[in-house]
């Protein structure tokens, strides 16, 4: 079992969409916890992080972190086609980064 | 200015050959790393090194040596390429303890 799971989709959505990306965990000793946006053929680049349960906004992207059950979600409001990307989790301990597979997001014009 | 560069981009080679991937990153940061991406798109640490010392030496096969010559370089040599090094690697910097971190843009290893 991986230490991160992720649903690969991919997932299409129209413009303008609420879209929910999800992970989940096994390892309760994670402190971080971050989501990263991928464009094609390019680098992860860091969207938010957050080391508590509970939200946190900016601007049209909200991280939820749930601790007791191992969960996080990325919201991301009136969804554009430029948000077309793989979205991808990350966790760390410590000094150690561990990445979902990513999500693969099309948001249709 | 970019933050983080890699080079080559792309690197197409035989089986067997000898091939190195150079990082460099101007960001200060003290930490940096090698990560491997499959086709799959999971993203998975190799090395980490903080100012100069390696910290994180992740299952990889001594085919693979990281080398850093200083805190804002970090490269990687690998040996007797195989079929499955066949992968995107990224590298990656950020300042120990923090949350971010920067990637490179990828280097695109295809071994034949």
């Known amino acids: 079992q991986k230490e991160v799971e992720q649903d690969p989709g991919p997932l299409s959505v129209p413009e303008g969409a609420i879209v929910s990306l999800n992970c989940t965990y096994s390892?309760?000793?994670?402190?971080?916890f971050m989501w990263y946006r991928q464009y094609s053929r390019k680098g992860p680049e860091l969207l938010m992080y957050?080391?508590?349960?509970g939200n946190k906004e900016d601007g049209r992207f909200t991280a939820q972190v749930d601790k007791s059950s191992k969960y996080i979600s990325l919201f991301i409001r009136d969804s554009q086609p430029s948000d077309s990307a793989t979205y991808l989790c990350?966790?760390?301990?410590?000094?150690?980064?561990?990445f979902g597979s990513g999500t693969k997001l099309n948001v249709k014009p | 200015d970019t933050a983080v560069s890699q080079t080559p981009k792309y690197l197409v080679t035989q089986m067997g050959n000898d091939k190195s991937i150079k990082c460099e990153q101007n960001?200060?940061?003290?930490?940096m790393y090698w990560y491997k991406q499959d086709s799959k798109k999971f993203l998975k640490i190799m090395f980490s090194?903080?100012?100069?010392?390696?910290?994180i030496n992740e299952t990889v096969p001594n085919r693979f040596s990281p080398k850093s010559p200083d805190k804002a370089h970090l490269n990687l040599h690998i040996n007797s390429l195989e079929l499955g090094d066949s992968a995107v690697y990224f590298c990656?910097?950020?300042?120990?303890?923090?949350?971010?971190?920067?990637f490179g843009p990828g280097t695109r290893l295809l071994v034949l």
């Open positions: 957050t080391y508590s349960s």
């Open positions: 960001l200060g940061h003290d930490t």
């Open positions: 990656a910097s950020g300042t120990s303890g923090q949350e971010t971190q920067y």
């Open positions: 390892n309760s000793a994670f402190q971080y």
């Open positions: 990350a966790m760390r301990n410590f000094n150690k980064f561990y």
């Open positions: 090194y903080n100012n100069k010392e390696l910290i």
